[in-house]
C-alpha cells in the first residue's frame, strides 16, 4: 500500500483493554445496545438485560449523525450522561460516537470508546481531535473508502499518538439494493495482514437487516474479526432509529449461542 | 421480490447427486481443479493429488472466456477429452464451462455438471439451452447483477425443466481494488433464505488473491453455503491464467485441515 | 490499456455509411423507435412519423432480453419481417439486437445494423460471429464493464475481419437509485482518444426517464458523440416495455429543435 | 424524494451575486485557480493570467483534506492571508474550503465563498456552521452520495438560515478506474429539477485527467449546470497536489474559446 507509513503496520499485536473486556485478545468483543440513546428506561432495561447475557460494552448513540435535519438527532449531553450512569449501575464500559472535534472532549469525559462513524472517516481536525486522547477510538470504514483510505484515516490518529485503534468494517455502497450496504468481510483479513490493529464487524448496519445479522456475525468471526457490534433494543419497533436492523435481547441471546461453536472452531472465546 | 414466480422458491430443499458427491446436503461440496485444462500431465498431476485430499469434484476449463481475444481461451474439445479421461481414471465428477449453446451438447456429453460463468449470466439463449437439459447446473452470479437478477436468471433454467441449479457467488464489482472483486458474502443466506436451491462460494475468483482463498472460505462455510469452487494447480507459477489465486495441493490440504473445525460448528461435514 | 492491440486504436477514421445516413461523419446519427416490435401498426405509426422527423434508422427490437422469463420477449423472425417491411415502406435502416450466435445468420439478413446488447458484451460466441459479417454492428457497453474491457471486446469483433463497429454508452452500474443507470458520458472523449470508432450514446436506457432523454442526448453531443439511440413510441403508455422512458413523436420533435444548436455549436449537422 | 422538505424545493430561482460574478444567472460562472495555495508567487502569476482571461472568482486552497497525514495539507490561515492579499490586487472574489466547524468563522473573513468537499458533504456540524452565515457556500457531493442524500446536506445548510447554497458535482465512485472518478451529468438536470439552487461541475476532480476538462465543461454546459469549478496552475509540473489534472493558463484560455459556442447554444453567455 504504496505511501502508507509502518504506524499503522507495527507487528506487535494491539491489545485494547477497556472495562472488563480486551479487544483483540483470545475472547470475542461483543460491543451491544441501541442505535440511539431515547430514553431512561430504553436505556436501562436494555442495558440490564445484555449485562445478563455477558455484554461488557455497552453502545448507545448520544450524538446520531442522520441524513436529514428533521430527523431525531439523539440527546446529546444528557444522554451521555445516561450513559454514564447505566455504566455505574451494570458495570459495563461505553461505546458512543462522536461527530464533532469540539464535542471530543465532553465525550471523552463520559465514555470509554469513542466512536468515529462512516460519515466521519475523512473528518481529518476529527480525527487528529481524537488522536491526542489516551482513550480507545472504534474507526468505521467510510462507505465508498478503499482498504488503502481506511488505513490512512487510522493513521492521523497514531500520528497524534493515539495508538488504541480498533478499525470496524460496516458495508460499502454498491448496486445491490437488497441490503442496506454490501458488507466486505474480505477486508477483515486483509487488515489483519496489513496492520496490528483489532478489527471489529458492524453486522446491523453493514445490512440493514435483522435476519442477517447472526449470519454475518459468523462469518466474521470465522475470518478472523476481533469483536462484533451490534445493534440490540429491548422494543425495536418503536425504536427512533434502526428499529428494522435491531434484535430484541432474546434474539442476542439465540446468537450468540449459535456463535459461540464459530468462535471455539477458530480458537477463540466468546 | 416482486415478479419472481415460485419456480425457485419451492420450500423442499434440493439436494444434487453427482459421482460421489451430494451438493445441498450435510457434507460441504468441494470443487476444486485448474483455472483451465493446459495440458494431459498438469492435469492428471493435479487431479491425483486432489483425488487423494478427497476432493470428488474435479474443475477445468476446456472454453476458456477472456477479456482479450489474444488470451489463451483454452483446449476445446481437446480439453473437454482429457477431462473425460481424467475422471475414468480418478473416479472423480467434472464441472467444466460452457459458453455457447452450440457447445452445450458436446460439454453435457463430457462433464457432470455444466457451469454458466459470471459473464453469461443472463445469456439467456444460454441458460435456455442449458434448462433442457437433465443435469447439475452451476449459475455463477454475474459482476453486476443484483440478487432478484441472479435468481431471475435461475428461473430461466428452471423453468425450463432442469431443476438441479446450484448458484455461485463469485464476488461482484465495487470500487475497491485491493481484491479483483468484492466478494458479497451476505448473499448466502439471503439466497438460501429465498430459495431451495444449494448455493456455493467461488473465493478463488471473488479475490483473486490466493491468501484470500481460506479465510474466505470459512466465512462462507460459517455463513451457510453448501459448497466452494477452488482453483487448484500442481504448479501455479506456471498457470496460463490466475496462477496468482491458485493454490497449490499442499496450500488446498492446509485449507481443508482449517475448515473442517467451521464445518462442525454449524453441523456440517467436509 | 495495457495488452490492447491496435485493431482498435488505427488512426484513420471510421465513418460507417448504412442506407441513406453515415455514423462518425459530420451528421449525428439519429437512430430512434420503439423499444420491442410489438405489431404491425404500433411500428408503421411510429416509424412514420419518425419519417417525417427526419429519422434514417429505424430501431426496434424483435428479439428482447428480458430478466424474468415471464416478460415479453419479443416477436422473433415475425418482428425481423415487420422491420423489414417497414423499412421498404420508409426507406429507414434498421438497427435491431441479436443475442444467439445461432440467429445472427437470420437477423443479418432483414437488419442493417446489428446490435450486441449490454448484457452480451462478453458473449465471445457471439462476438465472433458478428465478426465474421460485413455488416455495422453496435456494441453497447456492459453495465459493469470498464473501458479497456469494451474495447477489447470491440477488438473480438474486429480481429473476426468485421472493422465496422459502433460503440455505445448506455450507463453503468453504481449506487445512485434515482436513474436507472448512470451515464458515463466521459466515455465518449476517452474512447474517441484511443479508438477510431464512431461512439454513440443511448440516453433512454441510460437514465430510464424520459425527461432526462433531451438533457443527456445535449451533453453527448458536445461532448463528441456521433450519434444517439433513442426510444421513441407513438404510445407509450401502451408499451409492453420501458414505456416509461420512450419519447412520443412530438417530444423527440422538441428534442432534435432543442439538439440541433448544440451539433452546430460542435461544427456537427443534425 | 420522500421526507425531503421544500426549503430546497422553493420554485423561485436563487441567484448568488458575489464580487462581479452572479451565479445560477444568464452568464456561466468560472471558478479557477490551483488546487493549493502554495506560494505568494505561484498565487499571483496564476490569479493574474486568470484575471487577464476574464475570470472573476479565484479558487485556491488552504486548508487541504489529504488521505495521508503526510502529504502536504495547506498553509492555513497563510495561505488565507494570501488569498485575501491576490483578491484586493486583482479585485477577484474568492472561494476556498473549509473542513472544520472551528475554522469557518476564520474561513468566512477572508473567503467570499465557502467550499465544503466531497469528504464532508455530511459532516453535520460543519453544515450547521455555514448554515449560520451569510456567505455563499459550494457543497460538493459526496464519493458515494445519492443525489437525496446530497439535497439533505444542502438542508441542513438552508434550515440553518443561509440560503446561498451552490451545489456542485465532482464525481462518484464507479469500478472504472481510467478516471479518477465517473462524473455524473445527469445530476445536473435532476437537481435542477428538483431544486432551485444553481449547480455547477469540477471537471478537473471528477475525472482527473487533463485531457477530459473541457469535454467534460462542455457536456456539463450543455446539460444545464451553471458553472464550472476548474483547476488551473501556472505551472502543473510543480504543483503541490493535482497537479496531473491542472491546466496551465493557455489550455484554459483553448477551453474558455472552445466552451464559449456551446453557451450560445443553451441561451448563455460566458
Redesign the interface.
Known sequence: ME???LITAIKSKTIINVGEAAIGGDEIAIMAGPCAVESREQLFTTAFALKELGVKILRGGAYK??????SF?GLGEAGLELLQEVSRATGMAIITEV?????VGVVAEYADILQIGS??M????LLQAVGKLNKPVVLKR???A????WL?AA??IL?GGNGQVILCERG????????RN?????A???VK?LTNLPVIVDPSH??GLK??VA??S???????ADGLLIEVHSQPEEALCDGEQSLTPAEFAKLKAELS??C???GRKL
Open positions: 505511501g502508507l507509513k449523525p442522520r441524513t436529514s435535519p428533521y438527532s461527530m464533532d472535534p469540539n464535542e460519515r466521519n475523512q473528518n481529518f481536525p467510510g462507505l465508498a478503499t482498504i488503502a483510505e490512512f493513521e492521523y500520528a460499502i455502497r454498491t448496486f445491490e439494493t437488497y441490503t454490501t458488507v466486505d468481510l474480505s477483515v483479513p486483509i495482514s453493514a445490512t435476519e442477517l449470519p454475518v459468523k462469518g466474521a468471526v470465522a475470518m478472523g461453536p464459530i471455539l472452531a477458530v
